[in-house]
């Protein structure tokens, strides 16, 4: 079945860039939409068709993909980007899917 | 600006029927978009559900369509989720959303309610 990887864990200090990647074989044909996910929070849409930014999203965060991969990228990574991210995408049949997460720690 | 809001019991008993509501704000859900649910626990992460057109045309994770059954209540502006045969491993908090385009499921979910914390226990 198809499936998104993504690493389950990522550590930078702040001021750093972190870069979280998701691969999947169908990622070729299909946008990538990234989340973040805080404790005790609903996901908050952070990067949709695989780069844009909506609104009230900082600058520092940018994403892209190629190929099978898609990254999200954080430039000068800040302690309140703690967090869970989560790509997102859709199968061949239009149904959805998550990778599964990375914890990404500002430390 | 859509807004989206989860409604259900909090428990469930094992081998009962969760069922949850969701009440949209802003948009009337038969105007186009698709409607879905997702749910998140903290050792398996988000899971799409599944998702209902404003049509009425259902997609549904394959893993999980077997006992789930998503609907509309365009009276109400309100869409629905039953997952049958629960059991502890169904206990997550689950949300609503808009998914996907006006005409099409493919894209961005957004905005998302502020979740519903289901429990599944004896």
């Known amino acids: 079945s198809y499936e998104l990887t993504q690493p389950p864990s990522v550590s930078v200090s702040p001021g750093q860039t972190a870069t979280i990647t998701c691969s999947g074989d169908g990622l070729p044909r299909k946008y990538v939409h990234w989340y973040q996910k805080k404790s005790g929070q609903a996901p908050v849409l952070v990067l949709y068709e695989d780069s844009k930014r909506p609104s009230g999203i900082p600058e520092r965060f940018s994403g892209s993909r190629s190929g099978t991969m898609a990254t999200l990228t954080i430039d000068g990574a800040q302690a309140d980007d703690e967090a869970d991210y989560f790509c997102?995408?859709?199968?061949?049949?239009?149904?959805?899917?998550f990778g599964g997460g990375t914890r990404l720690t500002v430390l | 600006q859509v807004q989206l809001r989860e409604s259900g019991p909090g428990l469930v008993r094992p081998s009962e029927t969760l069922s949850l509501t969701c009440t949209v704000s802003h948009y009337s859900i038969d105007s186009g978009y698709y409607w879905g649910w997702i749910r998140h626990s903290p050792g398996r992460g988000l899971q799409w559900i599944g998702s209902i057109y404003s049509s009425g045309s259902t997609y549904y994770n394959p893993s999980l369509k077997r006992r789930v059954t998503v609907s509309l209540d365009t009276s109400k502006n309100q869409f629905s989720l039953k997952l049958t045969s629960v059991t502890a491993t169904d206990s997550a908090v689950y949300y609503c959303a808009r998914q996907g385009s006006p005409i099409s499921m493919e894209g961005k979910i957004d905005p998302w309610g502020q979740g519903a914390l289901v429990a599944v226990s004896s």
């Open positions: 997102y995408s859709t199968d061949r049949s239009g149904g959805g899917l």
